[in-house]
């Protein structure tokens, strides 16, 4: 069984703070992906990351693979009341009969303050 | 276009009684996938469809889970027999052929199942 897990599970910052989420796995993934999630809506896609070693950048979101593909980050610099959310690491089934099943890690709660 | 839909949005019910929960994906995505998420924590997944067809049902709790997909498209998710762990936010995701790994999956909004 592939498991992900992810720290901080809470995180509570004032705006303008820097902040960096793990997810750290003892199996190599294929790909990782990273989703956002507010309350009272599913989760949202931000990134998917294949390559190890490989660092994608979103704006103010700096995501990272691992270069053994068994660990991520998420960096956010300069963190806004909107960044306030779930934010969720996932990676893919190893094979089988279901390519697109998603291991999830159990979350960061990230809040915000004004 | 529209997005993946769920009702419904909330559901209240007693132990023991059956529920219902309906996905409607986006038009033309084949894969479509369940997941349960209790509160503020990661999603579990439940059953992956390919079509019509259930290829993976592993992670289905119990035999009082239950889920069909007809014509490539609505899905529905059985509760029989609803226990009190029961209760979580249950979600639906859809893909457009759930081949790979690194798809994008399209959530809906979820159903907020508490059972009393």
């Known amino acids: 069984t592939q498991l992900l897990e992810q720290s901080p599970q809470f995180l509570s910052i004032q705006e303008g703070e820097n902040l960096t989420v793990y997810c750290n796995s003892s199996?190599?993934?294929?790909?990782l992906q990273w989703y956002r999630q507010e309350p009272g809506e599913g989760p949202v896609l931000l990134v998917t990351v294949v390559t190890g070693g490989e660092v994608k950048k979103l704006k103010r979101l700096t995501f990272q693979f691992g270069d053994a593909r068994k660990d991520s980050s998420l960096h956010i610099t300069a963190a806004q009341p909107g960044d306030t959310g779930l934010y969720l690491c996932a990676g893919p089934n190893a094979g089988g009969t279901s390519y697109g099943k998603l291991t999830f890690g159990q979350g960061t709660i990230l809040t915000v303050h004004p | 276009g529209a997005g993946v839909s769920q009702s419904p949005s909330n559901k209240v019910t007693e132990k023991g009684k059956d529920v219902e929960l309906r996905c409607d994906p986006i038009s033309g995505h084949t894969a479509l996938y369940w997941y349960r998420q209790s509160l503020g924590q990661g999603l579990e997944f439940l059953i992956y469809?390919?079509?019509?067809?259930?290829?993976?049902k592993s992670g289905l709790p119990s035999d009082r889970f239950s889920a069909e997909r007809t014509g490539g498209s609505v899905s529905t998710l059985t509760i029989q027999r609803t226990q009190q762990e029961d209760s979580a936010v249950y979600l639906c995701a859809s893909s457009l052929n759930g081949r790979t790994g690194i798809e994008t999956q399209y959530f809906g909004p979820g159903t907020r199942l508490l059972v009393l």
């Open positions: 199996s190599v993934f294929s790909s």
């Open positions: 469809f390919q079509g019509n067809s259930a290829p993976d």
